[in-house]
């Protein structure tokens, strides 16, 4: 196979990006997209602040245009985020306690039954650990209605979608560590009591402050051996040439490895598309052109 897309379906996964709507007109933007990527992630788009901006009246014009692109271009969807602390509306930041329990509860149920049939898996809940040593629940807003928002937040929506694959997602625990740690054990706990829970997701933003963790593998295979898929949800890596190509291929290598994880999407198409400010992390430079890190995807991927 000849690209990313197709050599990840020779292997029974999927390879797929990030997407910002705005960009579907560049035409340079969707043919790589059409041609490299066969499941997406709307950037921005389906987040709380785009898709609920103001209390009970709902916006998806530019997560639909997403969703249509993807279902006309045999493209499947990754949904992200039902629940999350960040890019929450205005409205939503000055809520606390039972109102904002019931506006998530409710943002959840509308955003995910108007997608329903139509999300390969949702990011349920994103980024809702502590960064640190510490091993535990991040300090927010939606932490403060209660230690079982996440629970809740998997419940309502399974009842909404019971077919979008139901996952956890979040960064800096690509490794053993602390945050993963406790991830783990929620992830654990959840399947004991039977709160609905599909896949982790390991957003996998990589640089040299968070290098490929050396357990990148036997993390993912401790999590797929509790029960659930894992995804690579958000790759990018910093650097250039043959480190930044040597570093993609031991993150592809790793999913191929490890029978669970069902597939990576990278966090945009071109350098220039990527949402560090600086920095050449993704698989296309700016103009488009493949990078030595494609070809070393491509070709951990078996394909070439
Ligand atoms: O939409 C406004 C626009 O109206 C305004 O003119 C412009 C001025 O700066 O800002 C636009 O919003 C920006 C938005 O992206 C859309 O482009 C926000 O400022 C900017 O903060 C936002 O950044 C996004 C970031 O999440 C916000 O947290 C990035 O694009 C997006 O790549 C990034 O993605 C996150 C994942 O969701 C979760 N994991 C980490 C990952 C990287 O930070």
Same mark, same amino acid.
């Given at each position: 196979?000849?690209?990313l897309?197709?050599?990840?379906?020779?292997?029974?996964?999927?390879?797929?990006?990030?997407?910002?709507?705005?960009?579907?007109?560049?035409?340079?933007?969707?043919?790589?997209?059409?041609?490299?990527?066969?499941?997406?992630?709307?950037?921005?788009?389906?987040?709380?602040?785009?898709?609920?901006?103001?209390?009970?009246?709902?916006?998806?014009?530019?997560?639909?245009?997403?969703?249509?692109?993807?279902?006309?271009?045999?493209?499947?969807?990754?949904?992200?985020?039902?629940?999350?602390?960040?890019?929450?509306?205005?409205?939503?930041?000055?809520?606390?306690?039972?109102?904002?329990?019931?506006?998530?509860?409710?943002?959840?149920?509308?955003?995910?039954?108007?997608?329903?049939?139509?999300?390969?898996?949702?990011?349920?809940?994103?980024?809702?650990?502590?960064?640190?040593?510490?091993?535990?629940?991040?300090?927010?807003?939606?932490?403060?209605?209660?230690?079982?928002?996440?629970?809740?937040?998997?419940?309502t929506?399974?009842?909404?979608?019971?077919?979008?694959?139901?996952?956890?997602?979040?960064y800096?625990?690509?490794?053993?560590?602390?945050?993963?740690?406790a991830v783990?054990?929620m992830?654990?706990?959840?399947?004991?009591?039977?709160?609905?829970?599909? #896949?982790?997701?390991?957003?996998?933003?990589?640089?040299?402050?968070?290098?490929?963790?050396?357990?990148?593998?036997?993390?993912?295979?401790?999590?797929?051996?509790?029960?659930?898929?894992?995804?690579?949800?958000?790759?990018?890596?910093?650097?250039?040439?043959?480190?930044?190509?040597?570093?993609?291929?031991?993150?592809?290598?790793? #999913?191929?490895?490890?029978?669970? #994880?069902?597939?990576?999407?990278?966090?945009?198409?071109?350098?220039?598309?990527?949402?560090?400010?600086?920095?050449?992390?993704?698989?296309?430079?700016?103009?488009?052109?493949?990078?030595?890190?494609?070809?070393?995807?491509?070709?951990?991927?078996?394909?070439?």
């Amino acid at each position: 196979a000849s690209t990313l897309g197709a050599a990840a379906a020779e292997q029974g996964r999927y390879f797929g990006t990030a997407v910002a709507a705005y960009k579907l007109s560049d035409s340079v933007y969707s043919g790589i997209l059409d041609r490299e990527f066969n499941m997406v992630t709307p950037e921005n788009e389906m987040k709380w602040d785009a898709t609920e901006p103001s209390q009970g009246s709902f916006s998806y014009g530019s997560a639909d245009q997403i969703v249509s692109h993807a279902q006309s271009h045999n493209q499947r969807v990754r949904g992200h985020a039902l629940a999350w602390h960040s890019q929450q509306p205005g409205w939503v930041q000055n809520l606390s306690g039972t109102a904002l329990r019931n506006a998530m509860v409710n943002h959840v149920t509308q955003v995910a039954t108007h997608y329903k049939g139509k999300i390969y898996a949702w990011d349920v809940v994103n980024e809702a650990f502590a960064d640190g040593g510490g091993g535990g629940r991040r300090d927010s807003n939606l932490q403060r209605t209660g230690n079982d928002w996440i629970e809740v937040a998997f419940r309502t929506a399974r009842a909404a979608d019971p077919g979008a694959k139901l996952c956890y997602n979040d960064y800096n625990t690509d490794g053993q560590n602390a945050k993963s740690n406790a991830v783990y054990a929620m992830v654990q706990d959840f399947k004991s009591r039977g709160v609905p829970i599909d #896949c982790v997701g390991f957003q996998s933003h990589i640089n040299s402050a968070s290098p490929v963790p050396s357990d990148y593998q036997a993390n993912l295979e401790r999590f797929a051996a509790l029960g659930v898929d894992v995804q690579i949800t958000e790759l990018d890596i910093e650097g250039s040439g043959s480190t930044q190509a040597e570093n993609y291929r031991k993150v592809t290598q790793a #999913c191929l490895n490890v029978s669970r #994880c069902t597939g990576i999407t990278v966090w945009g198409i071109r350098d220039s598309d990527s949402w560090r400010a600086s920095g050449t992390p993704l698989l296309f430079d700016g103009n488009g052109n493949k990078k030595a890190a494609y070809t070393a995807t491509l070709t951990a991927l078996g394909g070439g």
